[in-house]
């Protein structure tokens, strides 16, 4: 993964999160119907979170068909430009099953991105240490020849 893309994902995850976070603060679906700033709240980061998957390389997405790609941009592009044709129970029933699905597979993503990270870093560490025993056993020779 390319930081392009992880970057990207760190954007989606966080605003999953905030979906995730938003929806369990108002609890129900006839809640979430009545309170607007939580709808538009969640409407906005749905929004942001199919911008951001449109930004996806399709190699990505097509690597990663079990997301609905195409559906989140399609509510991205219903809420941006056809914002009163958003039903309610969609979007709810989005933010109890698609997101909190979306944020356990991008959680999975980024921290396997961190797996990779934390082995280079463990190879780059033992290859530093190498190179510090040969250099202490070649001044150890040089010291047992004098």
Avoid at 50 to 78: C, F, H
Avoid at 97 to 106: A, G, K, M
Wanted: with cysteine; aromatic share 6%; net charge negative.
């Amino acid at each position: 993964m390319n930081e392009r893309v992880e970057a990207i994902l760190e954007h989606m995850l966080e605003d999953a999160e905030d979906v995730v976070l938003f929806a369990g603060e108002v609890g129900t679906l006839e809640n979430f119907s009545q309170d607007i700033k939580t709808r538009k709240a969640i409407i906005m980061s749905l929004l942001n979170i199919g911008e951001l998957s449109n930004q996806l390389p399709q190699d990505y997405k097509t690597a990663n068909p079990e997301i609905p790609w195409k559906k989140m941009v399609g509510m991205r592009n219903i809420a941006a430009h056809r914002y009163k044709a958003l039903h309610f129970d969609i979007l709810w029933d989005t933010t109890q099953t698609t997101v909190p699905e979306l944020l356990t597979f991008l959680k999975s993503q980024l921290q396997s991105k961190t797996h990779e990270k934390e082995t280079d870093d463990i190879t780059v560490m033992s290859e530093d240490a190498l190179a510090r025993d040969w250099e202490q056993k070649c001044e150890d020779d040089v010291w047992k020849d004098l």
